[in-house]
């Protein structure tokens, strides 16, 4: 079983943090429904670091405005190799799930397309003992 390699990345807030406001790491659209219930994966938090793994998709909603009239806004964005984030895609208003589904069901597309390679040794390694890294080639195998 392959183990995600996870990166540390800043989730931003989107929206007010006094309304609503979420982030999700999508792994899972499901294409009959149009609302923000298609999107499956965990929960993240937002407004801090957050280890993810790399290529991920990650779905940030946030509202604005008062309680009775939301000013809604949704976010794509894609984590990159080196701690970086892509800006995909974004919506505002009430059917920003169907406006953002089928764009993240393309991403997750490539995704499976062209999985993530694990990175050639490096200097990084040398800040390890010799001990750690056995017993990390002993849990791969």
Excluded: C
């Excluded at 149009?34 to 801090?48: K, L, M, N, P, R």
């Excluded at 990650?58 to 939301?70: A, D, I, K, M, V």
């Excluded at 976010?75 to 800006?87: E, F, Q, Y």
Aim: glycine share 8%; no cysteine.
């Amino acid at each position: 079983m392959d183990v995600p390699i996870l990166v540390a990345v800043d989730v931003p807030l989107v929206g007010d943090e006094r309304r609503k406001n979420w982030a999700k790491i999508v792994t899972n659209v499901d294409e009959s429904l149009t609302s923000g219930w298609a999107f499956e994966g965990d929960f993240i938090a937002t407004g801090g670091i957050q280890d993810v793994p790399i290529g991920s998709v990650l779905l940030l909603y946030g509202e604005r405005g008062s309680r009775t009239n939301p000013q809604i806004e949704a976010k794509v964005l894609r984590v990159n190799s080196d701690g970086t984030m892509s800006h995909v895609a974004n919506a505002k208003g009430r059917a920003w799930a169907r406006t953002l589904r089928d764009q993240i069901v393309e991403l997750l597309a490539e995704k499976e397309e062209a999985p993530v390679t694990q990175r050639p040794w490096g200097p990084e390694l040398l800040h390890y003992s010799t001990g750690a890294l056995e017993e990390e080639l002993r849990r791969r195998e």
